[in-house]
């Protein structure tokens, strides 16, 4: 199955200092780009346990002994890497982005590019939707996704537009969506608003941020002490959370102070932050947004 190449696939890899026989974790291993390339630093008596909640994925599965693919959530890390026997990691990565195969598959619903169901559930055992979210939420529930995940500042009234036009008919497919919104999406910015209105229902759907939040809050308890962590995140919301939580542990608010100023966080980081270099983002077009942050277990 086609995958496309990994983002910041050495930095990424680089960041974990891998042991030769070290536990590492991939908790997004959509083609298993990052996974080989940690296989390969990996000696006989290493292990790699991976995630990922798209039974696609498991197409692209290695038939190596050090090797296991876990089809589920990483919100799931700790309860899934004790069920395998393995309390502690030297290392996790985790690359946020929908994988390419994700946005190629049209049937998926994922990219602008094509007519599809309204559908973009990441496991496609899950009950929400797309066509849920478009149909069912309330005008304002509608608008405060558009809002917190898309940072489309005409998210009112886009939901109001939607509200309306559901009434007459259900809107079913990603070609009645546009056409539903297409007085908000002018010809010279087209793809961008198109993609923010995606990206948001997408987040929604698969729950992406409340996700992303219970896996951070886990990596702490998993690394043993100097493992690291190295996320790739491709829009501000998730950056922003990943930056809060190695900073101060928390994603929002500060941290209790004791009386000379100084609090205790789980993690420090490593590194200032690390993007594509122009070469990567000439060659692959997605990784213009990526972001890497790497953290050490204190």
Known sequence: MEYHNP??????????????????????????????????????????FAFDQDKDALLNTIDDPRFTLINENFRFLKRFLRFYGAKEADGILADFGVSSHQFDVAERGFSTRFEADLDMRMNQDNKLSAFHVINKYEEEKIAAVLLQYGELRQAPAMAKVIVEERSKQEIKSSEQLKEVLKKFVKHKNEHKVLAQIYQAIRIEVNQEIEALKEFLLQTPEVLKTEGRLSCISYHSLEDRLVKRFIRSGLFEGEPERDVFGNFEVPLKKVGGLIVPSKAEIKDNSRARSAKLRIAEKI
């Open 7 to 48: 983002v910041l696939l050495t930095e990424a890899v680089d960041g974990l200092n891998i042991k030769p026989d070290g536990v590492y974790v991939d908790v997004t291993f959509g083609g298993g780009g990052h996974s080989r390339e940690i296989l390969k630093r990996l000696g006989p008596n290493g292990k790699l």
